[in-house]
């Protein structure tokens, strides 16, 4: 069932928002937040963006086979998270 659901997927989004201030697990601080998961299918990549404490995260899964460089998508991230920065100050 599992890979019959994930054969067709090309991109899941979900907006929940992460806590806005600090939260504690056995009274320690949580400090970050991660999140993990495999790739499979159609999917060779997975980008998560998570936001907790007022910060924001973004992770990568990613598949070494997948057909382009990792390096380049990450630099073109970089890029447009730059340019939002920009544009969000001005």
Known sequence: MIQR???NVEIVISNTQGAREPI???DWKVLEVSAWGP???TAPMI???SSYN???KIQITAD???GFKLE???DKLNNNVDELIAKYKS
Do not use: L, R
Request: aromatic content about 28%.
């Open 5 to 7: 659901f994930f054969s």
């Open 24 to 26: 504690y697990f056995m």
């Open 39 to 41: 790739t499979m299918g």
């Open 47 to 49: 980008v998560y963006v």
């Open 54 to 56: 007022m910060t924001t």
């Open 64 to 66: 070494p086979n997948m």
């Open 72 to 74: 380049d998508f990450i």
